[in-house]
């Protein structure tokens, strides 16, 4: 006689949990953020504060052992956090054992954890394919089949495997300047992001991403989704070469229509990135 199902027993043939939550493509992401206790940092020994500090950086490091696939931290300036984490990795326990050891660490008690964003990495549906993208210059004034128009058109073909990539699997850009702030699409009557035709949509995703465009080299996006996955639709990360790019974008963008009619924005929170050992010394914890 077969045995009654266990209450958590996956169905027959499905796979180990390990697979089963990761994506089919892309990464899991966390925004973590927290501040120290003072109370509490003051209430430790020394002996448990050095601990501390040690098991501190060991778990921040990038290529620590365990360490997930990407992994920054950033000094947060202001009353919302002290520091934060920003994690990915294709195993969302791979980036939530950050969370989990920092808390286990002699520091744990004395960290509040202040805020967190859980998203996964993913291609916009409004990322041009090459054929959108050769009629999207054709919009533009370009004449189809001509030199320039071809040049262009093989250009973005040759790089699209790596935009749709580092979209998936992004790299860490290497300036200081960060920020990060969910967003969602508005719903509400007359401005209803959802209920736009696709064409328009990416008529307007097309004047977002050509201001974007304008900053290249200057400053870098990653959009995160969190689309039933936390209380936001999308996580904004941004890097830039100097902090006053990052108030020039977002107000620049504040004018694009695909922002100004259908934005809603949550916290925004800055960000200098910095070494674990910078932050506990910036912190006055060590
Ligand atoms: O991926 C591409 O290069 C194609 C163009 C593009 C898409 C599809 C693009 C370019 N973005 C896309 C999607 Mn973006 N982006 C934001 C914000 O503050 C605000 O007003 C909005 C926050 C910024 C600052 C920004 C920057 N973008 C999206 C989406 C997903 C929509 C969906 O899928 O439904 C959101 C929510 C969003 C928001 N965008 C760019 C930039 C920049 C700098 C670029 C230039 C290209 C690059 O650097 O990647």
């Known amino acids: 006689m077969s045995q009654p199902a266990s209450p958590h027993a996956r169905p027959a043939g499905s796979e180990s949990i390990v697979a089963a939550i990761e994506p089919h493509t892309g990464w899991h992401v966390a925004h973590l953020f927290y501040a120290f206790d003072r109370q509490r940092l003051a209430a430790l020994s020394a002996e448990a504060r050095a601990a501390g500090a040690a098991e501190f950086q060991a778990t921040l490091a990038p290529a620590g052992a365990g360490a997930p696939t990407r992994l920054q931290t950033w000094l947060v300036p202001g009353h919302k956090a002290d520091f934060a984490v920003v994690a990915m990795d294709p195993s969302p326990l791979a980036v939530d054992a950050i969370h989990q050891r920092l808390l286990a660490g002699p520091l744990g008690a004395a960290l509040v954890p202040t805020w967190s964003f859980v998203s996964l990495t993913e291609v916009s549906e409004y990322v041009p394919t090459v054929e959108q993208y050769g009629r999207r210059l054709v919009e533009e004034g370009e004449v189809e089949g001509s030199a320039s128009w071809k040049a262009k058109v093989q250009g973005y073909a040759s790089r699209e495997d790596a935009m749709r990539k580092a979209r998936l699997e992004p790299e860490l850009p290497p300036w200081p300047n960060a920020c990060f702030y969910p967003m969602n699409k508005s719903r509400v009557l007359g401005a209803n992001w959802f209920t736009l ?84 010394a910036h912190c006055r914890v060590t």
Do not use: C
């Not at 229509?257 to 924005?265: G, L, M, Q, T």
């Open 197 to 280: 035709p696709f064409a328009e949509r990416m008529r307007l995703m097309a004047e977002h991403g050509r201001t974007g465009m304008s900053f290249g080299g200057r400053v870098t996006q990653l959009i995160t989704v969190s689309v039933g996955l936390d209380d936001w639709e999308w996580g904004v990360t941004l890097w830039a070469k100097r902090p006053d790019y990052l108030k020039e974008i977002v107000y620049t963008m504040r004018f694009d229509e695909a922002s100004a009619r259908y934005a809603e924005f949550g916290p925004f929170y800055t960000g200098f990135v910095a070494t674990p050992a910078e932050i506990l």
